[in-house]
C-alpha cells in the first residue's frame, strides 16, 4: 500500500504575473528556488518516521537538466546533487516518484517551451526531459505527468491563456505517456479530465495510467460530482491513487481514507496521495507537519 506525500523542489507552476487572486508565496513564477533544505530534511526524517514510504517530487525547473539547461532557476539542483537526495530517500524507505506537470495551467516551469505547446520543438523538450528524468531516477515505477485543470477557468488570471482540447488534448496526452514507458516507467496523472470527459475518458484513457482523483472537502458521498469520480473510475477498472489534501480542511485526508477504500476494489486500490499544495519553506512548516500526522493516523486507522 503506497503512503505518499508530495513535495516541491519547484513551484514555478500557477501564474505567470503578479495579482491579487493568488495569496500564498507559491503563487506566482519567480527565476530562482523558493525552497528551504532544512525543512526538506525534517520532512523526510518525518515521513519515515510516520510509517510513509513514497515521496512524490515536483521537480520543475529546479534541476539543471543536461538535456535543457536553458529552463533552469538561477540556483536548480545539479543533476548529481540531486541523486545523492534520491539516494537518501532511498535508504529511509521513501520511494522517490518524479512529477513534471505539463498541464497547459500549470507549465510556467517549462520557460520559453510553455509558450510552445504542440509544436515539434515542445514534443521534443518534454520527450527530452521524460527520458533524463526516468535515467535520474532510475527507471522509476512511476512518473507523475499532471495535466489538471487545463481550462479557460484556471488560467483566468494569467497573462498567456492556452487550453489543448478534443483530440489535440488526448494527442498530447499520449505522446507523454508513451514518451514516460519508453523510458520505462508508468504514466501517473490527476484525474480531473475525467470529471468533464466521462465518456471520452473510459473510452480513450489507456487503463495502464495510474489514476489520482482529487478531492479536497470534507463531505463525501456519491452526489458530490468530485467524489462520484472515484467510483467511476473503479468501475472502469482503473488503479487508484487517491488524493487528499489539508489545503482547506484538516480532516480531508483521513476521510479520504476511510471513503476510498470502502468503495474501491482492494486490487485496484494502490495507496494514498497526501498534497498539501505550498512549497517547501519554513513559513508552511506547520501544514507540512500536519499533513504528514494527518497520514499517520490515517495508516494506523486503516490497517488496525
Known amino acids: 500500500m503506497i503512503w505518499a506525500n508530495l513535495l516541491h523542489l519547484s513551484v514555478n507552476m500557477w501564474c505567470d504575473r ?7 508565496s507559491n503563487a506566482v513564477g519567480r527565476p530562482y528556488m523558493r525552497f528551504e533544505k532544512g525543512l526538506w530534511d525534517e520532512l523526510k526524517g518525518r515521513m519515515r518516521d510516520a510509517g510513509m514510504n513514497m515521496v512524490v517530487i515536483d521537480l520543475g525547473d529546479a534541476v539543471k537538466y543536461k538535456s535543457h539547461p536553458e529552463i533552469a532557476l538561477s540556483d536548480a539542483w545539479e543533476v548529481d546533487y540531486l ?3 534520491l539516494a537518501s530517500l532511498r535508504e529511509m524507505g521513501l520511494e522517490p516518484i518524479p512529477k513534471l506537470n505539463f498541464s497547459s495551467a500549470h507549465d510556467l516551469w517549462l520557460g520559453p517551451y510553455s509558450r510552445c505547446l504542440s509544436t515539434p520543438a515542445y514534443y521534443q523538450v518534454c520527450s527530452d526531459l521524460i527520458t533524463e528524468v526516468c535515467d535520474i531516477f532510475d527507471k522509476p515505477r512511476f512518473f507523475h505527468l499532471g495535466m489538471d485543470e487545463e481550462t479557460y477557468g484556471h488560467q483566468q488570471s494569467y497573462e498567456y491563456v492556452v487550453v489543448r482540447q478534443y483530440d489535440l488534448w488526448w494527442h498530447d496526452f499520449l505522446k ?4 514516460v514507458e519508453a523510458a520505462g516507467s508508468r504514466a501517473w496523472i490527476w484525474s480531473d479530465y475525467i470529471w468533464h470527459h466521462p465518456e471520452l475518458f473510459a473510452e480513450r484513457m489507456p487503463k495502464s495510467v495510474l489514476q489520482s482523483n482529487w478531492y479536497y472537502s470534507e463531505e463525501f458521498n456519491e452526489e458530490v460530482s468530485y467524489v462520484k469520480a472515484y467510483h467511476d473510475l473503479n468501475a472502469q477498472g482503473f488503479d487508484q491513487v487517491p488524493t487528499g489534501s489539508n489545503w482547506s480542511t484538516p480532516v480531508n485526508f483521513e476521510r479520504t481514507v476511510e471513503y476510498c477504500s470502502k468503495i474501491i476494489a482492494p486490487d485496484k486500490l494502490k495507496g494514498f496521495l497526501q498534497t498539501p499544495w505550498r512549497g517547501t519553506l519554513m513559513e508552511y512548516r506547520d ?5 504528514i500526522e494527518q497520514v499517520e493516523r490515517a495508516r494506523k486507522t486503516l490497517e488496525k
Open 176 to 179: 507523454l505517456v508513451e514518451s
Open 287 to 291: 501544514l507540512h507537519l500536519a499533513a
Open 83 to 85: 541523486k545523492e537526495e
Open 18 to 24: 503578479e495579482c491579487d487572486d493568488w495569496g500564498t
